[in-house]
């Protein structure tokens, strides 16, 4: 449900607003350059999605977030080099003077919270109509509670430990 | 007669039991109760039968060889160790487990989709938006080394907070 939307949002807003805009230069980006543009944000969301599922953040998972990211842009001048095709050899000029593709991956990214909130909400409405009370989210709003309480026992354990390291 | 004498005991000692019997206790209990996990722990050769039964068998590594370490899923050094393999090491691996075969469907219906919703406005011509390479790189190249590091390397919480928090070891957590 939760990709389904998503990849609704993504066709939308990206491939669809991005057909044949006219860039500053006065090129349009033409079809495969929007194809590549809604895979572009295909990576993007997933990777933004796994760092968002981490708990422990290092500096080690944005390098390869970003490393993976980054990847693709080499992956396409690698094929653009190599395979003649001359369909995708432009995306990378398009891309980077678009308008509509810059906002189209800002909205892209911002669905992940949108959306979120949106089949939360979903999922309280229909769980009340089904089940007539709020005993089915008792469960869940226990274990939000608890994970709260045990982040801040963490959180301030780690201050404590520092203080005393310090001192 | 001896699962059904035993069903509402929390504890029950067997003694003198030879490898094979304890083997049988195991395949018993997991007759009479399909729905169950069961684990056993040994640390001996005459531990062997029992565990290789089980659906999680446990080896201690140690004095009496290594035979049981080597029929288990898991070995560990001493019997303490059990608290943390279990309420730790198993609480985080059934998380990501878990978390990661929501997220690889997630990610595959996400680029998969988005093809097929196109499909209407192509009306199904077959025609893709992707170059072909991409579609084979994607799981390898462009989403893939994430996972393995949040497989190996994500943890929630710590494990005295995991420990005295009985709410996080709920199925679904």
Known sequence: ?167 | MLLHATDDMEVVIGCRVSPKQKGDIVSLVRMRHPDKVTLAIGDGANDCNMISKAHVGVGIAGREGMQAARTSDFAIGKFKMLLTLTFFHGREAYRRNGELILFMFYKNVLYVMVQFLFGYWSVFSGQTMYEKWMYQIYNVTFTGLHNIWYALFDQEFEKHVLKNTPIFYSIGM
């Open chain 1, 1 to 167: 449900m939760y990709a389904n939307l998503q990849a609704l949002m993504i066709l939308g807003v990206v491939f669809y607003t991005s057909q044949d805009t006219p860039t500053q230069d006065g090129k349009t980006i033409n079809f495969w350059s929007g194809g590549h543009h809604v895979y572009l944000n295909c990576v993007l969301l997933a990777n933004l999605i796994i760092l968002r599922m981490q708990h422990n953040f290092t500096g080690f998972n944005l390098i390869i977030i970003a490393c993976q990211i980054a990847s693709y842009f080499v992956f396409l001048w690698y094929f653009s080099i190599t395979l003649e095709t001359d369909v995708i050899y432009r995306f990378g000029e398009v891309f980077m003077s678009s308008y509509p593709a810059w906002i189209g991956c800002f909205f892209v990214v911002s669905s992940m919270w949108s959306i979120d909130r949106m089949l939360h909400a979903i999922r309280i409405s229909v769980g009340q109509c089904i089940y007539g009370n709020p005993g089915v989210q008792a469960h869940e709003l226990d274990l939000t509670e608890a994970r709260q309480r045990a982040t801040i026992r963490v959180s301030t354990q780690t201050k404590g430990s520092n203080a005393s390291r310090f001192k």
